[in-house]
């Protein structure tokens, strides 16, 4: 069984930064994506930003050019610093992760989520 551990959400001004930390730990042969989704009230939740293990990224159009994803293979951990933020941000932000267990099974475990409020 994989948990995740979430850090870094809070409350931020427009323009302002955050980063978010997730660490995942576990039975985990391996890490294969690792990523951050996020879900704004009374919206769907959407990707914001994921990496391969070999350091592939790919981002939603609204948060190119602000935030930047990245991970520790030998942690299993992944950051997502969040930079010039917007009011249209404020979300509760998910860590995401697939990997493979010692079963040989594919498997793909969510974390609690962390709320991120962007508002002067």
């Known amino acids: 069984q994989v948990q995740h551990v979430e850090s870094g959400g809070g409350l931020v001004q427009p323009g302002g930064s955050l980063r978010l930390s997730c660490a995942a730990s576990?039975?985990?042969?391996?890490?294969?994506?690792m990523g951050w989704y996020r879900q704004a009230p009374g919206k769907q939740r959407e990707l914001v930003a994921r990496?391969?293990?070999?350091?592939?990224?790919n981002y939603a159009d609204s948060v190119k050019g602000r935030f930047t994803i990245s991970r520790d293979n030998a942690k299993n951990t992944v950051l997502l610093q969040m930079n010039s933020l917007k009011p249209e941000d404020t979300a509760v932000y998910y860590c995401?992760?697939?990997?493979?267990?010692?079963?040989?099974?594919?498997?793909?475990?969510w974390g609690q989520g962390t709320l991120v409020t962007v508002s002067s």
């Open positions: 576990g039975s985990i042969l391996s890490m294969y994506y």
């Open positions: 990496i391969t293990s070999g350091g592939i990224t």
């Open positions: 995401n992760a697939e990997y493979s267990d010692y079963r040989g099974r594919y498997l793909e475990v």
